[in-house]
């Protein structure tokens, strides 16, 4: 059974920097795109960063040379690291699989991400 379980979330002041972690089970992690999006109150939950199995990545142009994306292929984890965090960043945050092969997507419980002073 495939689960995904967010943490790390938290309430942090503009500036600041927060570290997402995204455990994976149940399937082949490198099988596997990873993806973070979030989403606003009253907002479309948007694409934030990608990496594909073979490393590459993509970066929202809002959280370009802010965030980056990271995996550990070893602890099925993949991580966002979060730095010089604005206010407009606060959303929840959500993990996303998708198999290279079915393109079958698995999401997870996503965690608040809070930027306030």
């Known amino acids: 059974q495939v689960q995904l379980v967010e943490s790390g979330g938290g309430l942090v002041q503009p500036g600041g920097s927060l570290r997402l972690s995204c455990a994976a089970s149940g399937f082949t992690f490198s099988s596997y795109a990873m993806s973070w999006y979030r989403q606003a109150p009253g907002k479309e939950r948007e694409l934030v960063a990608s990496i594909t199995s073979g490393g590459s990545t993509y970066y929202a142009d809002s959280v370009k040379g802010r965030f980056t994306i990271s995996v550990d292929n070893a602890k099925n984890t993949v991580y966002l690291q979060m730095n010089s965090l604005k206010p407009e960043d606060t959303a929840v945050y959500y993990c996303?699989?998708?198999?290279?092969?079915?393109?079958?997507?698995?999401w997870g419980q996503g965690t608040q991400v809070t930027v306030s002073s």
């Open positions: 996303k699989a998708r198999s290279l092969v079915t393109l079958r997507e698995y």
